[in-house]
């Protein structure tokens, strides 16, 4: 049944339109947070070759330190001598993220694998444009704690992404805002971060 100028007064209808809206919705907190990590990461680092060619500068005396290096291994320096392997490896987390993305729509998961994205993007980037040479370049780190592996933007958004998914797993927040009880109770009733039916 439809009311004047043809809008619907069937409930069904806005319960058909709810999952797509929520997932709008989640894609555009997606993007968002990748955007916005991508260029944090990438104009901190450039800021740091620009500011720190010069020695370091202490922020919080011995606690944080602004001190330029160049790691050639994954996060917090790890791995070294596998370069390429993690430039492969970033390569392909990017293009599962994306592909994963696609189904998104709790926003807990939106900022996580937003996060997540880009935190590997950005490093990502360096090893492909940065010396030595293509794919084998050394991502910027700057960020220096007391008896801490050195470490940039791009390290700090994996982390953070890599806890909220922990978190969101063992709430059993699956990737379209579904919980792991509503399956077992066979509802096909998407449910909110908060634990509310999205009806």
């Not at 050394?138 to 470490?151: I, K, R, T, Y």
């Amino acid at each position: 049944m439809q009311a004047a100028r043809g809008a619907s007064l069937n409930p069904s209808d806005q319960a058909h339109h709810e999952p797509t809206r929520r997932r709008l919705d989640a894609r555009l907190v997606f993007a968002a947070i990748a955007a916005i990590a991508y260029a944090i990461d990438l104009g901190s680092k450039q800021w740091a070759l620009a500011s720190l060619a010069d020695g370091d500068v202490p922020v919080f005396g011995d606690w944080l330190t602004l001190h330029l290096t160049f790691n050639p291994g994954a996060a917090f320096s790890t791995g070294t001598d596998f370069t390429i392997v993690f430039t492969c490896l970033a390569a392909i987390a990017v293009v599962v993220v994306l592909w994963l993305s696609r189904r998104v729509r709790s926003t807990g998961w939106a900022i996580a694998l937003g996060l997540l994205l880009g935190g590997v993007a950005g490093n990502l980037t360096d090893r492909v444009v940065r010396q030595p040479e293509p794919f084998h370049g050394h991502v910027v780190d700057f960020l220096m704690l007391p008896n801490w592996p050195v470490f940039n933007v791009a390290d700090m958004c994996i982390n953070v992404a890599a806890g909220l998914i922990i978190l969101q797993t063992f709430r059993g927040v699956a990737l379209d805002g579904s919980r792991d009880a509503d399956h077992q109770r066979g509802s096909d009733s998407p449910v909110d971060d908060a634990g509310l039916s999205a009806h």
